[in-house]
């Protein structure tokens, strides 16, 4: 298994602004994946982060509001940009071998004025 | 468009009082169906994963099993700790598809 870590754990943003949000494997894993979690909702997939070239975004999520990187096996970033309200979310981040083994970081509860 | 269903959206239960979960799905390219944990404030827990119909898998005072269109994850004389949101994932070679969840209460 991988133990993901997430930073910040949880940020209180102003509209406009830009969080980026940080996620940290103990091991090297293929795949590196960003969700969002609204209160209530299950997980909707956001995008799969791919090591050293852009990002494979969900339909419905665009580069320019959901910015990833992902320099190494180990580490990706996600930008939320602009932010509204309706951006108040939980944000994780999963990671593993392949698509089936996924593990999950603790998330960032991200709330939005 | 791939599918996960879960039911009931809530299940409250007494110590002792053994359940079922229901995941129902439809996913083009099936390659595994998997169970997950998630307690308040924080990410899911990894509990089970499930390739072929027949196959079941137990950990504790859980048991999953899986037929062609659907899973079921059972709980056995569940605990108070065993209070959790348990969430069903389906995956092809994309991307995993999450349900809604089933938010299990287990009173002493």
């Known amino acids: 298994s991988a133990v993901i870590s997430q930073k910040p754990s949880r940020d209180i943003c102003q509209r406009g602004t830009s969080l980026t949000i940080q996620c940290q494997v103990d091991s090297q894993v293929t795949m590196m994946f960003w969700y969002r979690q609204q209160p209530g909702q299950s997980l909707t997939l956001i995008a799969t982060a791919n090591q050293g070239s852009e990002a494979t975004y969900e339909s419905g999520f665009v580069i320019d509001k959901f910015p990833i990187s992902r320099p190494n096996l180990t580490f990706s970033t996600l930008t939320v940009s602009n932010m509204s309200p309706e951006d108040s979310s939980i944000y994780l981040c999963?990671?593993?071998?392949?698509?089936?083994?996924?593990?999950f970081g603790p998330g960032t509860r991200l709330t939005v004025l | 468009e791939d599918q996960v269903t879960q039911s009931p959206e809530a299940l409250r239960l007494q110590e002792g009082e053994s359940s079922s979960l229901n995941c129902s799905y439809t996913?083009?390219?099936?390659?595994?169906l998997f169970w997950y944990r998630q307690d308040p404030g924080k990410g899911p827990e990894f509990l089970f994963t499930l390739y072929s119909a027949g196959e079941e898998k137990e950990k504790e005072r859980l048991k999953a099993t899986l037929t062609k269109k659907e899973s079921f994850l059972h709980i056995t004389a569940p605990k108070p700790e065993d209070s959790a949101t348990y969430l069903c994932a389906a995956s092809n070679d994309y991307k995993l598809s999450f349900g809604a969840g089933t938010t299990v209460t287990v009173r002493a």
């Open positions: 996913v083009s390219g099936l390659r595994g």
């Open positions: 999963s990671a593993g071998l392949h698509t089936d083994t996924q593990y």
